[in-house]
């Protein structure tokens, strides 16, 4: 079911005609019951009271549209239309009316615990931005819109956490905690499919709290130290390798100093060892010659 836009009479005008007609039966009343004392008959008073009655009725017909909002009509059932013109309004006393908000809301999940890629236990929990765009769908395709969108957010993230790992060290390979815009987009994405039968729109969707489980939070900060070491550790080695290569091109290019295949190796050790040591080298001065 879409959303059906319809409009309603200006409700300042029908009031006005309301109120005219409530004092006019209110008179008319009071006329026929001072006729009817003096045996003019009480004919009057009934027909007078009935309009009151209807007049009372058509107040009913009077709403509020408040802006940013949209109010839903129904005839005994049956979606008639929503109306979105904000101010006072009057319609057909007998719908039923449901505002509907259409301002922007967000809400925070709560603090999840979920095993991500790797079966590790992390606790995850996102903020989510969204608003109603069809107030059809938002009444009538779900029970509840609102507990709908926490709901089904809060499935998003668990089946998010469960889809990446948290933490990696290669850069193709997505995490939740090193990737955080590429995360964000697949979450609102997730959110926005699981919301749009609600006819609800999701803006923003990021994650707000991220950390391992209590119960191994400690481990896992080791294993993450660790891993960051050795990962550093590789590009120490290959950017040592690379400056070895080109000092022993330079070396040989320029006929600095000509060197045997067994100085070459001492060369290239001494040099991994300067640039791939965790603590500062002592110098040594060769006073002598390379061979003696």
């Known amino acids: ?117 790797d079966g590790n236990p992390v606790e995850i929990g996102a903020v989510v931005v969204w608003k109603v765009i069809d107030t059809a769908q938002a009444v009538f395709q779900v029970d509840s819109y609102e507990n709908y969108v926490h709901v089904q957010s809060e499935a998003a993230v668990r089946n998010l956490a469960s889809a990446y790992p948290y933490d990696s060290h290669e850069d193709h390979v997505i995490s939740l905690r090193g990737h955080t815009s590429a995360v964000a987009e697949r979450l609102k994405s997730e959110i926005h499919d699981r919301l749009s039968v609600a006819g609800v729109d999701i803006l923003e969707a990021r994650i707000s709290h991220l950390a391992y489980a209590p119960e191994i939070a400690a481990a896992m900060l080791q294993r993450q130290q660790a891993g960051a070491i050795i990962a550093a550790r590789q590009k120490i080695v290959e950017g040592a390798v690379g400056m070895v290569e080109m000092a022993l091109e330079l070396l040989s290019r320029k006929n600095v100093v000509t060197l045997d295949e067994e100085r070459k190796a001492a060369m290239v050790s001494n040099l991994l060892v300067v640039l791939c040591g965790d603590r500062a080298t002592q110098p040594v001065v060769n006073a002598g010659t390379i061979y003696h």
């Open 1 to 117: 079911m879409k959303e059906k836009l319809i409009g309603a009479m200006n409700g300042v005008g029908s009031l006005l005609v309301l109120l005219a007609l409530f004092g006019y039966s209110c008179y008319g009343i009071v006329v026929s019951i001072v006729a009817a004392k003096h045996g003019q008959g009480a004919s009057g008073i009934l027909l007078w009271v009935t309009v009151l009655v209807v007049t009372l009725i058509c107040f009913r017909g009077l709403f509020v549209v408040q802006p940013n909002q949209g109010v839903v009509l129904q005839l005994f059932g049956r979606y008639v239309g929503t109306v979105r013109d904000e101010g006072l309004r009057f319609a057909n006393p007998f719908y039923s009316k449901h505002p509907v908000s259409l301002r922007i809301r967000n809400f925070e999940t709560s603090k999840l615990k979920v095993n991500d890629q």
